[in-house]
């Protein structure tokens, strides 16, 4: 173990934009993405940065580059691969956290479900969040879709499936009670029309809301269990592969392909691929996200 | 198409003009260009680039940006040139020519936009090329840099139908080609290819502006082409498109032009699409402050 020192070395940098940033931050940002597919571009290397500062103060370590030997040598690469990666994506989750990807819904993809269902006399649409936290996701989806269900989804019926494997997450997705960082990105036309104020300067979510989605707590490794989430048309799971490594990733991402309808779609978080783990789905970019596709079976492009 | 829109397009083309300063670089700078890089002088390179101040000035900042990759930063226009190698040197310089060559009132697309679009292209372009192993990556540069031209063409010599074509992409969230052809029953890959002919442009370079909305009609440099139509498209993914929300998605792998290009370079299947993507992003920021710079500040132009 490093000695715990009181000053941790010479100061981090914070990298803004067009500043030089130690190249070591590069090498940390490569092994991030290798491990777990979530990239930091260079305008968001601060990010990265600030996340490993926080790291290298806890542990008193003495700069970038001894941390960067904490997270490449046994035995304390796997632990620390893990606490880093959850400085990097802690707290980022909001209400309409993505908004390319919002667009994306409303403009590409419902309409393309909208044509290939009609064509089958379905109208009926299953959505999964996968790894829900305290239901954020699942209710932006479900205030997207009953926004949606004045128009292009009038008529249709929709159910919202939120899981995550913490007992406690769940329980407080199912109560939908948001402080001003949970709102950050929402807008007051959302605030007026779907929450209500609560206790202790809170807002909730209204039941109208809540009534589409269905909350549960689910481990994604439970192959059992995961059999049971067919037919779904989207399946959203933002930064929680990072949990997984190795052959137990590739399960889970098997199990989300072929828990999708065929022309369904995949979104992680904004930043994070799949690394190619799994063949069969394509690479979608629309403007400003990327999504996965489960190609028809027709396996021609709607 | 009938023949009179031909006619039209060519005869009104004909009649675009460039700013009168900037061609005395442009010349002999395509002449360049089309040289074999054993036979390039360096000192007439040299003495090219230092010909207009402000040229040079604006070379000297593009090639101290990070999108160019020196580990060190050159201090004169001569260490500049030869740090950065001849080819990269011609398409800098190119790229700050293009971007001053044209008189930009009143174009339907603002012309921030538009060369964003195009150096964002030349930028991907030229990383895409050496990501897949590629030999010629400053071709990919230039082409990329080029592929729009017929926009310029349609902001100049027929700024009232390109302004409606315009005006109907916004609206409907239409890809701007298939605008341009619903409503002008054209769109900028023959304006672009009438320009670049009268350019007498290379011949690779004229195929990839009339054909990179549709790969499969190009009848040489096909490999290219293809390159700068996938190019183009994940630049228009990434907000270096047109200024607006385009109601599309592309699915890059099933695209005809993935595999065009896969013909000629095995590693296209090792690239990592994601990657490449978030990398992207990164370098918008910079690629807008060149253009800004390139430009000049809004409204001075």
């Known amino acids: ?3 715990v020192t009181q000053t941790a070395g010479p100061p981090i940098r914070t990298a803004r934009r067009g500043e030089p940033v130690d190249p070591v931050f590069l090498q940390i940002r490569d092994l991030v993405y290798k491990v777990s597919g979530i990239y930091q571009p260079e305008e968001k290397l601060y990010l990265l940065v600030d996340g490993c500062g926080r790291r290298i103060k806890q542990l008193g370590t003495r700069g970038p580059r001894e941390y960067w ?4 040598s046994n035995p304390s690469r796997d632990g620390e691969l893990r606490q880093l990666l959850n400085e990097l994506t802690i707290g980022e989750t909001c209400l309409f956290r993505s908004p390319a990807q919002i667009e994306a819904l409303k403009k590409v993809i419902l309409p393309e479900l909208i044509a290939d269902k009609t064509r089958q006399v379905m109208k009926k649409l299953r959505i999964w969040s996968a790894g829900c936290s305290t239901g954020e996701e699942p209710y932006t989806l479900a205030m997207i879709l009953l926004e949606e269900a004045e128009g292009q989804l009038k008529g249709w019926q929709f159910d919202i499936v939120a899981t995550d494997l913490n007992d406690r997450s769940v329980e407080a997705a199912k109560l939908g009670t948001y402080g001003d960082y949970g709102l950050r990105n929402t807008t007051d036309y959302f605030k007026r029309k779907y929450f209500v104020a609560a206790d202790g300067g809170k807002t909730q979510i209204r039941p109208e809301v809540k009534k589409l989605v269905t909350f549960s707590r689910l481990n994604l490794t439970d192959d059992s269990k995961m059999l049971f989430m067919k037919g779904m048309d989207l399946i959203c799971c933002c ?3 990072i949990y997984f490594d190795g052959a137990s990733k590739t399960r889970v991402i098997n199990h989300f392909f072929n828990n999708l309808n065929f022309g369904g779609y995949f979104f992680l978080g904004t930043s994070e691929s799949l690394l190619n783990l799994n063949a069969q789905f394509h690479l979608i970019h629309f403007p400003g996200a990327i999504g996965y596709w489960k190609p028809s079976l027709t396996g021609a492009k709607p | 198409m009938s023949a009179g ?16 300063a900037i061609p005395a670089v442009m010349v002999p700078l395509m002449k360049v260009l089309n040289q074999p890089s054993e036979e390039v002088d360096i000192d007439e390179v040299v003495r090219l680039v230092s010909y207009d101040n402000s040229i040079a000035a604006q070379c000297m900042r593009m090639a101290n940006s990070p999108l160019f990759g020196l580990s060190q930063q050159p201090k004169s226009v ?11 040197v011609e398409s800098i310089l190119l790229t700050c020519c293009m971007g001053n060559a044209f008189p930009v009132k009143n174009w339907a697309l603002d012309p921030l936009t538009f060369w964003r679009h195009s150096l964002g292209c030349a930028m991907v372009c030229r990383k895409f090329s050496e990501q897949i192993g590629s030999k010629d990556s400053e071709k990919a540069y230039v082409a990329g840099l080029l592929h729009d031209i017929g926009i310029l063409a349609n902001c100049i010599a027929f700024p009232g139908e390109f302004a409606c074509a315009l005006g109907r992409a916004h609206e409907e969230q239409l890809p701007l080609d298939d605008a341009e052809v619903a409503t002008m029953g054209f769109s900028h890959c023959e304006t672009g290819q009438a320009l670049a002919e009268q350019w007498k442009l290379a011949d690779e370079i004229i195929q990839v502006v009339a054909h990179h909305h549709d790969v499969a009609r190009a009848t040489s440099s096909r490999s290219l082409v293809a390159l700068v139509h996938l190019g183009d498209l994940l630049c ?26 896969k013909e000629e370079n095995r590693g296209l299947d090792r690239l990592d699409i994601a990657r490449f993507t978030f990398e992207l992003d990164g370098a918008v920021g910079e690629i807008s402050d060149l253009v800004s710079m390139i430009l000049g500040p809004p409204g001075s132009a």
């Open chain 1, 1 to 3: 173990m490093t000695p």
């Open chain 1, 69 to 72: 030997d904490l997270l490449t």
């Open chain 1, 239 to 241: 930064n929680v592969l």
């Open chain 2, 5 to 20: 829109t031909v006619l039209n397009i060519r005869e009104r083309v004909s009649h675009i003009e460039t700013t009168p």
């Open chain 2, 78 to 88: 001569s260490a500049a040139v030869v740090a950065l190698g001849l080819h990269r």
């Open chain 2, 236 to 261: 228009r993914m990434r907000d270096l498109g047109y200024g607006y929300y385009e109601r599309t998605k592309v699915d890059m792998i099933s695209d005809p032009a993935w595999a065009i290009l």
